[in-house]
């Protein structure tokens, strides 16, 4: 790891865990990191991540939430010098709010190019079209109690919804991000989200990986619009992918940048497989509904404990599993 991005992992670690303000940490000669509150507990930031091209654009990936922001990002700017026009691209890496959610205004007072997947432009108008009773319907299937059905309704009616942005380039695997100078190619990384996707620094030997994996916690899997079942094979194969680039510093979407990707993707794998033998011992125990097994799985915070946004993912999951134990998947 390099004695810069060493430097500033206290800094992204306090700024994660208090959810203030973080200043702007140089990780690298025109790399910088912007941890950003998101207004809730958790996640409490994201870190935006900034890239300097040879020509003296800046480039932004994952501007995260514009109710939050906007007076970061004010800080920021006037910190490093940078008058907002300089910002020319706009890159979100999936679609979820606190990655997405600034993305609009940024660029429309930038005039910056907003660049996102292809496929996750089309899960997000999978999204657009599905009811809040779809949600229910769906979470009814999974053998929910009314009481939790009822949490839920009120909790889609009041999800946060960002601003759409007018995409003005479409990414798709293999893509080189224009920055002058740098090369930055876009990984297809579906799982978290259909479109989910990383941006890998060859040159430099980092990667931005969105949230695909985290240094201290893992991700949820199959978080989007047009999302099913298959999202946790597309998972392990983006694992795979990634784990495939060797050695790099990893720049997350929480948390704090870390080195020893291979380390931090084989234990997101187990995580993963251990879930998959949860699920088939409380089906052969006897659970039948995707509640009912969930009851019986490892959570961190504890099933009971989980609400809203975080129990609706723990059931997804869950309902993953099911099918990876019923399909003959390890």
Request: with cysteine; charged share 20%; hydrophobic share 40%.
């Amino acid at each position: 790891m390099s004695s810069s991005l060493v430097a500033s992992v206290p800094a992204q670690r306090r700024a994660a865990e208090e959810g203030s303000v973080g200043e702007p940490t140089p990780l690298a000669e025109g790399l910088w990191c912007l941890p950003l509150a998101t207004g809730t507990r958790s996640p409490v930031a994201t870190p935006c991540y900034l890239i300097a091209g040879d020509d003296g654009s800046v480039h932004v990936v994952d501007p995260g939430v514009s109710a939050t922001s906007s007076e970061q990002w004010r800080y920021a700017l006037a910190s490093w010098g940078i008058p907002i026009e300089r910002i020319a691209s706009v890159t979100a890496t999936h679609m979820h709010p606190d990655h997405l959610g600034g993305v609009a205004a940024l660029a429309r007072e930038s005039g910056a190019v907003v660049q996102l997947a292809e496929r996750e432009v089309k899960a997000m108008d999978a999204a657009a079209t599905r009811e809040s009773d779809d949600l229910v319907d769906t979470i009814r299937s999974w053998g929910a109690p009314d009481g939790v059905l009822d949490d839920f309704t009120y909790i889609a009616a009041r999800a946060p919804r960002p601003e759409r942005p007018v995409v003005d380039v479409l990414l798709r695997d293999g893509d080189l991000l224009d920055i002058p100078g740098r090369t930055l190619r876009v990984m297809a990384t579906p799982g978290h989200t259909p479109g989910h996707i990383c941006l890998d620094l060859p040159d430099e030997g980092r990667v931005v990986v969105g949230d695909l994996i985290l240094p201290t916690t893992f991700p949820g899997i199959g978080l989007g619009g047009d999302a099913d079942h298959g999202a946790l094979r597309d998972y392990h194969r983006s694992l795979d992918a990634l784990d495939a680039l060797g050695d790099r510093e990893v720049l997350p979407g929480h948390g704090y940048c870390f080195s020893g990707l291979s380390q931090r993707v084989d234990e997101t794998r187990r995580h993963h497989r251990r879930r998959t033998q949860e699920v088939r011992r409380a089906l052969e125990n006897g659970a039948s509904s995707t509640w009912d097994v969930a009851v019986h799985l490892t959570w961190t915070a504890g099933f009971a404990n989980l609400r809203g946004f975080f129990l609706f993912s723990a059931l997804q999951q869950t309902a993953m599993h099911i099918d990876h134990v019923r399909g003959g998947i390890e």
